[in-house]
């Protein structure tokens, strides 16, 4: 059993490939039409062969609870490791992604969250090295 | 406001409180039950200038206040049509007052109109009451009609 893919839901595909590509600076791995959706997955560049995110579409009201309700509770969906915390926080901020929460030291970790403008809020961390 | 103060405003560190402002406005604008209020209004609600809670909403939430109130009620309406409710109905029953402009609206994001989408909805119900994963996908669920030579890039 291996961890090849994940998923997180969206609330527009064509709203997050723009975000997911050109902002956070992903790649799109797969794109493959599906009635009115598309399985639409992205691979980080540093890991071509990782695990790969699919964005699925959020059409499904009780995920659109679930996604509304952790929003509003300021807790993330997922976690991006990255080299540079600082680096990657101004890399974004110039891009005019809000950040909810600015990096700072949590200990093992340094971490910052911000919204991916498809209705999640995302961790970044950098681990300490130990 | 020069557009060098708007990005800059843009890029302001949000605060605990204008974070649960903006979630609270959007919980007026997803609440079907309101009455349509201006987003001049809901901005003024949340205690942000209108000009200011357009850009950051937009930040936050990759499209404006008014576009995103409109796609919440053009999700309640499919969801109507999808449990076999008229055109008219959906459309009243998800806030919008004319047949016209409903129609429009949602053509223009779904590329087809109510009807014919109501249509094709229908047709893929099997289970009576229970949503098509066709046109409501859960969690993965789509992964189930992929063409083999998707799981060769696995």
Request: aromatic share 10%; hydrophobic share 40%; net charge positive.
């Amino acid at each position: 059993m291996r961890i090849k893919l994940t998923s997180l839901m969206v609330d527009d595909q064509d709203k997050a490939l723009a975000f997911y590509t050109n902002v956070l600076g992903f790649r799109k791995k797969q794109e493959i039409p599906m009635g009115p959706y598309r399985w639409l997955s992205v691979v980080s560049p540093e890991e071509p062969e990782g695990a790969e995110l699919s964005l699925e579409p959020n059409a499904n009201p009780a995920g659109r609870t679930f996604q509304e309700a952790m929003f509003a509770q300021k807790i993330p969906v997922a976690a991006f490791q990255v080299e540079d915390l600082e680096h990657e926080h101004g890399r974004l901020r110039a891009q005019n992604v809000v950040f909810v929460t600015e990096p700072f030291d949590a200990g093992a970790v340094k971490l910052a969250v911000f919204s991916d403008t498809c209705g999640n809020l995302i961790q970044i961390y950098q681990p300490k090295k130990g | 406001m020069s557009s060098t103060d708007s990005s800059k405003m843009r890029r302001m560190p949000f605060t605990d409180t204008e974070f649960a402002h903006i979630c609270r406005a959007r919980d007026r604008l997803l609440d079907l039950s309101e009455p349509y209020w201006p987003i001049e209004r809901v901005a003024r609600e949340a205690g942000i200038s209108h000009f200011h809670f357009i850009r950051r909403f937009q930040a936050v939430f990759g499209t404006t206040p008014h576009q995103y109130r409109i796609d919440a009620r053009l999700r309640h309406a499919r969801l109507r049509l999808a449990s076999g409710c008229s055109v008219t109905e959906s459309c009243l029953d998800a806030g919008f007052e004319s047949v016209g402009t409903f129609s429009y609206l949602f053509r223009r994001r779904l590329g087809l109109t109510p009807s014919e989408y109501r249509r094709s909805v229908r047709a893929t119900v099997t289970v009576p009451g229970v949503l098509s994963p066709v046109y409501f996908p859960g969690c993965l669920s789509l992964m189930a009609s992929l063409p083999v030579s998707a799981f060769s890039q696995f």
